[in-house]
């Protein structure tokens, strides 16, 4: 494709379908190679040359991001737009870094190294934003920056206007915000969807394009090992979130290793009546609460569908003893608001799961006080969250809080995990039904914490994976000789 005063930079048939894509909101991210940081810089010289007087923002995290990635080698955009540079078409600022086009716009660089640089943009108005490697960003920062895009007194071209104002973002999985950035953009819709979001969620078209190495012939012609270099990262899950972009994949988080949704995600099944099921409690308000309700096999036979010779059929299977079910779930988050908690105090949390109950004992299974987090029993302030919660006829047995429980709880999620993936079985193992969707979001992106990598980042969105820990490591279960039908 050639710009206007001569300069010439080819986009590959992927990457132009990115350029034009109707999401004015996009995440074009995955795997690593497929020229995504190059095709932001490229994109913003489009649209420069395209759009007079527009002004355009690319950013990184920090500054040495910015410099190594943007503003030096071969195919920075120093290096791409040295012919226009060198005839005079375009100015660069290196003390602002500002490239200023013949025709008034311009490309601003960035970078917010810090929760509160981006009131250092407050004055601005951007037209085109991009933000190079969106998981290094929480999510709170990348909101605040987005309230600077906005556009008065420019006229887009007819071809263009319904494009504008435009944010691209590119990305790999991992980071400090993967879980945020898979949840807003790549579990929201089928790949490549437009959605329409609400006017109170930014009223933008988001859309998610994977990119993969296959996108960039380039990177064969020109760098033939370089798959190879990414097949010889340190774990298998580097080598899947690298190699083929996969979003469910964290290398080094707590569970990423040993999840497989083919082996731990089944179809809803008929519980038997006979089989022991609980419920187990995380309690949120500013943050997500979550309540899970389980099943614990007693080795009694079931019929599960599952995958045989490439089909769906309908099986008889005996799960060992002990093996673990996610059978409902209730998550108490708000909206598509990561990490964030809808507010409803304990009376409204218990009428939630107390509804759920009343389901399940239509029928015909009675559901047991399972374990919660110790503090809702503390009433040194008053009233307890067990208390309330009792008025609507929800009760909680108490988890197991000493020593080393964290620790053991993780390890016995793990092993449980890693137990479905074995043929025959025999150990018991852990599975998730296929409804409950924010268990199935969250356990395979569990971030472990940097500083103690026996735990998780209590950071993250683990308020469903406390509440299951609490559960499988709870010791206050009647026996399981007494756990009759009937009520």
């Known amino acids: 494709m050639t710009y206007q005063k001569g300069i010439d930079i080819n986009f590959t048939p992927i990457q132009q379908e990115w350029l034009t894509a109707v999401g004015t909101e996009m995440l074009v991210g995955g795997a690593a190679g497929p020229g995504k940081s190059w095709f932001i810089r490229a994109s913003h010289i489009f649209w420069a040359t395209q759009i007079p007087n527009l002004q355009t923002y690319i950013f990184r995290r920090t500054f040495p991001d910015l410099y190594n ?25 290196q003390r602002n870094n500002v490239f200023t086009f013949w025709n008034g716009s311009q490309i601003h660089l960035g970078y917010c190294q810090y929760e509160n640089d981006w009131t250092k943009f407050q004055g601005a108005e951007i037209h085109l934003l991009s933000i190079d490697e969106l998981t290094h960003w929480t999510k709170s920062l990348y909101l605040n920056l987005r309230t600077r895009v906005r556009m008065t007194n420019i006229e887009i071209p007819k071809q263009w206007k319904h494009l504008f104002p435009r944010i691209i973002n590119a990305t790999n999985p991992g980071g400090v915000g993967h879980n945020w950035v ?3 953009f790549v579990d929201m819709a089928t790949p490549k969807k437009a959605v329409a979001i609400p006017d109170n969620e930014g009223g933008m078209i988001r ?58 995600v089944l179809k809803p099944f008929t519980i038997p009546q006979n089989w022991y099921v609980d419920r187990c409690y995380d309690y949120g308000s500013a943050k997500p609460w979550a309540c899970l309700w389980v099943a614990e096999s ?26 673990v079910f996610v059978i409902k779930e209730a998550y108490g988050m708000m909206g598509q608001e990561y990490n964030k908690g809808d507010r409803k105090d304990p009376y409204e949390q218990a009428k939630v799961i107390h509804e759920i109950d009343k389901q399940f004992k239509l029928n015909g299974i009675k559901v047991y006080p399972g374990p919660a987090d110790n503090s809702i029993f503390d009433g040194s302030r008053g009233e307890s969250i067990a208390d309330m919660m009792d008025v609507e006829n929800v009760n909680w047995t108490k988890s197991d809080k000493s020593p ?9 999620m793990r092993s449980m995990l890693k137990a479905a993936h074995k043929y025959p079985l025999e150990e018991p193992a852990l599975y998730i039904f296929d409804t409950c969707v924010n268990t199935i979001r969250t356990l395979p992106t569990l971030p472990r914490d940097q500083h103690n990598l026996d735990d998780v980042d209590t950071d993250a969105e683990d308020h469903i994976a406390d509440a299951l820990r609490y559960r499988i490591t709870d010791k206050g279960k009647q026996p399981f000789t007494t756990r009759l039908a009937g009520f």
């Open 404 to 412: 080393g429980s964290r620790r053991t709880g993780w390890s016995k």
């Open 182 to 184: 898979k949840q807003y």
């Open 298 to 323: 007693n080795g009694e036979e079931v019929e599960v569908k599952m995958e045989k010779d490439g089909q769906i059929k309908k099986v008889k299977v005996s799960f060992p003893k002990g093996s």
């Open 69 to 93: 990635n943007h503003l030096t080698g071969p195919t920075s955009l120093v290096a791409m737009l040295a012919p226009l540079i060198e005839s005079k078409h375009v100015k660069f600022d």
């Open 207 to 264: 859309q998610y394009m994977p990119a993969r190495l296959t996108d960039n012939p380039h990177m064969k012609k020109f760098d033939p090992q370089y798959e190879n270099r990414l097949k010889s990262a340190s774990s298998p899950e580097m080598v899947r979130a690298m190699l083929e972009g996969d979003w469910n994949i964290v290398s080094g988080g707590m569970l990423d290793d040993v999840w497989s949704a083919k082996y731990n």
